[in-house]
């Protein structure tokens, strides 16, 4: 309430956007830097000890791949990480800046080392020209290994608290806050499920480095087997890490999250595909476990399309997973503690008594009247809905409603009104509507209106601010005076 609302009404407000660059962050740190660093730099000491030169060049050359992605897209969009949650969810990020100071203090740190360590290890490889050199050499990959595996470890601290803060909010401590009850069991499934992609990422590539020059070599072919057998090590071993702490982190999420699943993993609209959904997961884990126990076996060579598959499903599993996590975590953008629309679990109460307008800061009224119901409903839709819905883009209110009502039919405005003050009853993912009666009925006259004549809403980025005056205080009269 404390901010100006930059909302692009096409995106659902602007979510959409966070979402896009998140995922396609993970999906670049996971499997590129958290995972292949460690593997590559075991690919270069084992070359050096076996005195296999034609791994050492398959390792650098999957290693530019990777320098150029993760100091590219990988960083801009770490970068757009903050910059979309600072526009579009600035009170969430402003709270976790608060509560993990420190320790994003350290991951920059670490950070920085990371993309010092990056470059120093690939630009300098082709240099290396002695066995003490290699040596060296190799000790930056393991530096590297480390500084971007500690990234995500304390990156995965603030992750786990979103969704459960344990006894952060009866301490308020700083170390409460990293070693919530969701760090471990997360942090133990990203580790395993970063080196278990790396490894199908590897296999992949590889065989772009591994062509025939003619008929007669067959050494591209043996590279080719030695890569895939050594991977699917890999990728069996670190399944087994992703089903064990899976496990666990799954028995640490809260209860009312796990009911949010059903909607996290499919949406309101493909719920009714559950049997679908863990077909699609079943085959998914069997594709990775037979092309890796066919990659342990001499006998038979993989193709390579049939390495494709494994990548394509290792995406869209790392991806859903995601998206799933941040859905389920709602109503809360931060458990117990800071709802997904900003409202504080502490404010709740008295906002619904005294009305979330009245301290609001940018808003054009602070007190509903009958001239001003729309404009008022406009301010509420944009401080209680709009962090997740659109008025006529993406996930639009109008959209709910339809499938509510019907699209033809008339919407009865004393049900939608109860609707609202009642919804997260019904749908639990959803905050409690933080706002008094007035409010409830200006914000259905505002979706009233909008219904009769849709039009996009559009932030403070191109509307401007407005701040309303603060309300008088009643003139002291004879009764109202204090007695001295």
């Known amino acids: 309430m404390d901010f100006p609302s930059f909302y692009m009404d096409h995106l659902a407000g602007g979510r959409l956007i966070i979402g ?65 949650t600072s526009l579009f969810a600035p009170f969430a990020i402003g709270s976790l800046l608060r509560v993990f100071f420190w320790g994003w203090f350290t991951e920059w740190l670490v950070f920085i080392s990371e993309v010092v360590l990056i470059c120093w290890w690939f630009l300098s490889w082709k240099k290396v020209d002695t066995p003490e050199k290699k040596k060296k050499h190799i000790r930056i990959g393991m530096a590297l290994s480390i500084m971007s595996w500690l990234t995500m470890a304390l990156i995965v601290a603030v992750l786990g608290f979103m969704m459960k803060p344990g006894v952060w909010n009866q301490t308020r401590a700083f170390i409460d806050a990293m070693t ?62 992703v089903f064990l702490f899976g496990t666990w982190y799954w028995n640490c999420v809260p209860e009312t999250m796990k009911a949010n699943s059903s909607v996290a993993l499919l949406t309101q609209e493909f719920m009714s595909w559950h049997g679908q959904f863990q077909t699609l997961l079943g085959w998914t884990v069997a594709s990775f ?26 995406i869209w599993m790392l991806g859903h997973f995601e998206r799933a996590r941040e859905f389920m975590r709602k109503p809360w953008v931060i458990g117990e503690y800071m709802y997904s629309n900003g409202i504080h679990k502490d404010e709740l109460a ?26 008022c409903g406009q301010d509420v839709f ?23 009502y019907g699209a033809d039919k008339p919407w009865d405005s004393a049900g939608m009104a109860l609707f609202i ?19 409830a009925g200006a914000l259905v006259a505002y979706i009233q209106q909008l219904r009769a004549r849709p039009e996009t809403l559009h932030g403070a980025q191109t509307e401007g601010i407005t701040i309303a005056p603060p309300i008088k205080a009643p003139a002291m009269t004879a009764e109202t005076q204090p007695q001295r």
């Not at 999906?27 to 076996?50: C, D, F, Q, R, S």
């Not at 476990?289 to 290792?314: E, N, Q, Y």
């Not at 962090?387 to 339809?402: A, M």
């Not at 003050?421 to 409010?439: D, L, S």
């Open 180 to 241: 919530n009850p969701l760090y471990a069991p997360q942090l133990g499934f990203r580790t395993f499920f970063a080196l278990m992609t790396a490894a199908v990422f590897i296999w992949f590539t590889a065989f772009f480095f591994t062509k025939k020059s003619s008929a007669r070599d067959d050494r591209p072919q043996r590279l080719r087997r030695w890569i895939v057998y050594r991977m699917s090590h890999v990728v069996l071993v670190s399944m087994l890490g």
């Open 20 to 84: 896009i660059i998140a995922s396609l962050h993970v999906l670049i740190n996971h499997p590129l830097a958290v995972g292949a660093y460690p593997l590559l730099t075991w690919m270069e000491w084992w070359a050096h000890k076996n005195n296999r030169p034609d791994i050492d060049q398959l390792a650098h050359r999957i290693t530019f791949i990777v320098f150029i992605v993760t100091t590219t897209v990988g960083a801009m969009t770490g970068v757009g990480i903050w910059l979309s």
């Open 421 to 439: 003050k009642g919804m997260h009853q019904t749908r639990t993912f959803m905050p409690p509507f933080p706002g008094n009666e007035k409010e």
């Open 289 to 314: 476990v037979f092309i890796a126990l066919v990659g342990l076996s001499d006998i038979i060579t993989v193709p390579r399309w049939a390495l494709l598959i494994p990548s394509i499903m290792g």
């Open 382 to 404: 944009m401080l209680a809905c709009s962090r997740c819905h659109s008025t006529t883009g993406l996930n639009s209110v109008l959209d709910k409603f339809s499938a509510m």
């Open 350 to 375: 008295y906002l619904q008594s005294e009305g979330i307008l009245k301290h609001a800061t940018y808003v054009k009224h602070r007190e509903v009247t009958e001239a001003n119901k729309v404009e």
